[in-house]
């Protein structure tokens, strides 16, 4: 029992000494803030004009569409006929 006890303080003892107390420099991570300020600022501009395109692009499937539309309403109308 007393090689157990002994045991346990010298283990704790050595782990209170391995450990420190002292306070410990932060790095401060200031340069990648500023670098992801300076990628904030230039977003604007690479984006410019993106929601344009974008538009411009569902116009113009919107168009393709009506377009295939109307072809499907015309095959459908040869193969039936127009008496109905």
Known sequence: ???II????FVIAL???LT???ET???TDEPSVIVIEKKAD???KKTEGTLEKAGRAIDNAAKEVKE???AVDKAAKEVVGDDN
Do not use: H, I, N, V
């Not at 002994?6 to 303080?9: D, F, I, P, V, Y």
């Open 25 to 27: 420099e932060k790095k």
């Open 6 to 9: 002994l045991s346990s303080a």
């Open 1 to 3: 029992m007393k090689k």
């Open 68 to 70: 295939a539309g109307k």
């Open 20 to 22: 420190s107390c002292r």
């Open 15 to 17: 782990g209170f000494s």
């Open 42 to 44: 230039d977003t604007p």
